[in-house]
């Protein structure tokens, strides 16, 4: 997180605090009467570090994810949907890096990593999500991570692009 907002920004009010504070599509959050910027500070959820800022509001405080003031500002208030960081950093809350997904989509999201597999035709296919592929193409998912781990060659022709 950087200390000062770089390069030019559009703003929308804060959902929920029109009139009081403002967000940027950067992710930079300010004060609509000081026009100071509010100094974010992390917070440690899910093994991962998300940063958060103080809303006042009739006297109130609240305490909000950076990456969700962004997305509900920018993306509109979606209920039932969870805020995913596009590059899983999850300390980059500009908008061109959030979206809204499902729950099951983000859990799958955070615990899945990018694989490449040469297939039986010698094609280099990239795969995010390595149960999911398994599935939708009749693998074995636990044969094709034995793939990855050098203690099968191959599964059903599938080959790791070392292989």
Known sequence: ???QPKGPQVFRPVFGY????EVSDLGNIRNTFTGKFLTPYPIFRNNSKYYFVSLYR???LKTTAVHRIVAKSFLGNIRDKEVNHIDRDTSNNKLSNLEWVTRQYNMEYSISKTYFLKSPEGEV???FNLEKFARDNLLDSSNLNKVF????KHH???TTIHG
């Not at 029109?18 to 504070?21: I, K, P, S, T």
């Open 125 to 127: 296919v990239e795969i």
């Open 156 to 158: 059903k022709g599938w």
């Open 18 to 21: 029109e009139g009081l504070y």
């Open 58 to 60: 009739k006297g109130k």
């Open 1 to 3: 997180m950087s200390d």
């Open 149 to 152: 781990a050098g203690k099968r």
